[in-house]
């Protein structure tokens, strides 16, 4: 298990990001760095080549920047949308947060409290 390294920061090795990381990004991590590019146009153009080659394991295309982002997605995704079948690794992703009864209850809570929000 690697804790990783995100703009300097090094984060706890139980932390969701660093379990999200391990799980998902691991694999892929080298390959995501060789993307950078101190152009801005041709980091974006390398980010979408990325993005093509491992679509089924994003839940938007925006969540290809960095893990952080993609966290941030996916669970937008766990909290917004049904539970998925887990069929592919962009839907495991979601189902990654209900590993965590306080997660699911925070959804719970969220979804409750939006719900409430409509007329």
């Given at each position: 298990m690697t804790n990783i390294f995100?703009?300097?920061?090094?984060?706890?090795?139980n932390s969701y990001?660093?379990?999200f990381y391990n799980e998902f990004w691991a694999d892929i991590y080298g390959e995501w760095e060789d993307t950078?590019?101190?152009n801005i146009e041709q980091?974006?153009?390398n980010l979408n080549a990325f993005y093509h080659k491992y679509q089924d394991r994003?839940?938007?295309d925006y969540a290809v920047v960095n893990?952080?982002?993609?966290?941030?997605?996916?669970?937008?995704?766990?909290?917004?949308s049904p539970e998925p079948t887990g069929e592919t690794i962009s839907e495991k992703k979601i189902l990654f947060f209900y590993k965590?009864?306080?997660?699911?209850?925070l959804r719970d809570e969220i979804r409750k409290q939006i719900c409430s929000l409509n007329p």
């Open positions: 995100y703009e300097r920061v090094v984060v706890k090795p990001i660093n379990a950078g590019s101190s980091r974006y153009d994003f839940v938007t893990p952080v982002e993609d966290i941030a997605e996916s669970f937008s995704f766990f909290i917004l965590f009864a306080e997660l699911v209850k």
